[in-house]
């Protein structure tokens, strides 16, 4: 069974920075296509940021140019590096993964700026 444990969140300022891990562990060989979905109170889910086993990225344009995402097959872990850090990117992170048409989701964790 394939399982999604996450790390990294907090509670930072504005304009600070976190690193969001997410470890897949079970019978899987590569990360496929991983990313992160967050949510808010009041807002949609949002895709954040996903990567593919071969190092293809996407980012809402909302993170562009302030988060960066990175994946490593050997290890079945990704991370989202959040720099420059906004009162709206406060939410709860879910890490997913998806292969073809199955999609196995993380704990989420919270991340919140504020001054």
């Known amino acids: 069974q394939v399982q999604l444990v996450e790390s990294g969140g907090g509670s930072v300022q504005p304009g600070g920075s976190l690193r969001l891990s997410c470890a897949a562990s079970g019978n899987i060989l590569v990360i496929n296509r991983m990313g992160w979905y967050r949510q808010a109170p009041g807002k949609e889910r949002e895709l954040v940021a996903s990567i593919t086993s071969i190092g293809t990225a996407d980012y809402a344009d909302s993170v562009k140019d302030r988060f960066t995402i990175s994946g490593d097959n050997a290890k079945k872990t990704v991370y989202l590096q959040m720099n420059s850090l906004k009162p709206d990117d406060t939410a709860v992170y879910y890490c997913?993964?998806?292969?073809?048409?199955?999609?196995?989701w993380g704990q989420g964790t919270q991340v919140t700026v504020s001054s």
């Open positions: 997913y993964r998806r292969k073809y048409g199955s999609v196995t």
